[in-house]
């Protein structure tokens, strides 16, 4: 537990817990909306091969989640975290322009 909370850079036992419910919310709150958000912008799955419409879900899903996971870390007051964990993310994935 300290390993981890000296790499996360918290300071409390609790803060692992938001940590992880906020993970888990998002995730759950990403996959269950991308849907009907596919649905909305007309994108079905006999509308695109069956790979096209994965590959396009994924990447709604991705930058759902993104979005998502910086807000949820908001509410639960773990913004600095989430933030931090996002621009990590954004630049290991080669998006360094949209966090610097």
Known sequence: MK??????????NWEIVIICIVFA???????????PILNYLNITSESFTPVG??????VVLFIMY?????????????????????KKMLRRIGLKRLVD
């Open 3 to 12: 390993k981890l909370k000296e790499r996360w850079d918290i300071e409390h």
């Open 53 to 58: 419409y994965w590959v396009i879900r994924i």
């Open 66 to 86: 993104q979005i998502m996971l910086v807000c949820f870390g908001w509410l639960f007051g773990q913004y600095k975290f989430f933030w931090n964990f996002e």
């Open 25 to 35: 919310i998002t995730g759950s709150t990403a996959s269950y909306i991308g849907k």
